[in-house]
């Protein structure tokens, strides 16, 4: 099973909200945070990886 991706556009969100997504990519496992602008990198690497 894979995990929920959460996709998000990091241009415009404030220094907070970055820390926070960064914060929840490193302690919840259970769903992945990728910038709009690695997701095709990102994605292709899960990709494989399944």
Known sequence: MQSPILVYD???IGVA???HLQWL???VK???AVKVHEAALVLATFETSA
């Open 30 to 32: 259970s769903v992945r």
């Open 10 to 12: 990091s241009a415009g």
């Open 17 to 19: 909200w970055q820390r």
């Open 25 to 27: 990519d490193d302690n």
